[in-house]
C-alpha cells in the first residue's frame, strides 16, 4: 500500500470518517463524485493562488493539501494509488502547471481511483521537480498536522531544498 495512502487511511480510522476496507473496492456514489469535485477544485484553486504568490513554501502546502484530498478519495472506496506516469516538463511556464492541474482534477468527474491517482502522482511530481522539496517529509508534515487537529497548516520551510 502507498504509504501516504496509508497515512489518510490513518486519519480517517482515528477521526471515524467513513472508508472502504484496502482492496475491497466500492465505488463512489454520485453526491460522493460530487462533494470530491468540489473539494479537489478547491485545493486546486488554493495551488493556483499560491502559484501567482510565488511563494515555494505556500505551493508545496496547496500541492500536498491537494495530493491528500485526492488519496482521500481513493480510501473512501477502498483503492490502492496507480503509478501514473507524469508527462510534464518544467518548460519555464506557470500556465502550463495550471494547465495540467485543471485537466487532472476534471478527470476526476469519473469517480475513478486512476484519475485521482493521477492528481496525487502529478502533485508529488511538481513538488519534488518544479518547487525541489521533499514531497514525503512535507506530506508527513501536512498528516501531523491533521492529527492534531492544527487549524493551518504547518511550517513547510524545511522541506525546500536550497
Known amino acids: ?5 496509508k497515512l ?3 486519519f480517517n480510522d482515528t477521526f471515524l470518517l467513513s472508508q472502504t476496507e484496502p482492496y475491497a473496492y466500492t465505488h463512489l456514489s454520485d ?3 460530487v462533494k470530491y469535485q ?3 477544485m478547491e485545493e486546486g484553486s488554493g495551488v493556483l493562488k499560491a502559484l501567482r504568490t510565488s511563494e515555494m513554501v505556500d505551493i508545496l502546502a496547496s500541492l500536498v493539501i491537494l495530493a491528500y484530498c485526492a488519496l482521500d478519495a481513493i ?3 477502498g483503492g490502492e494509488v496507480s503509478d501514473s506516469s507524469v508527462t510534464w516538463k518544467h518548460d519555464g511556464f506557470v500556465v502550463s502547471i495550471m494547465r495540467i492541474l485543471s485537466e ?3 478527470h476526476c468527474t469519473s469517480g475513478s481511483t ?3 491517482s493521477a492528481v496525487y502522482c502529478l502533485c508529488a511530481h511538481l513538488a519534488r521537480c518544479f518547487i525541489n522539496a521533499d514531497f ?3 506530506f508527513s508534515a501536512i498528516h501531523n498536522g491533521k492529527m492534531s487537529k492544527l487549524a493551518k497548516a504547518p511550517d513547510l520551510s524545511e522541506c525546500l531544498f536550497e
Do not use: G, S
Not at 1 to 5: A, G, S, V
Open 1 to 5: 500500500m502507498n504509504k501516504h495512502l
Open 114 to 116: 486512476e484519475d485521482y
Open 104 to 106: 487532472k482534477i476534471n
Open 136 to 138: 514525503d517529509k512535507a
Open 8 to 10: 489518510v487511511r490513518e
Open 38 to 40: 468540489a473539494l479537489l
Open 31 to 33: 453526491m460522493d463524485i
Open 75 to 77: 480510501a473512501r472506496q
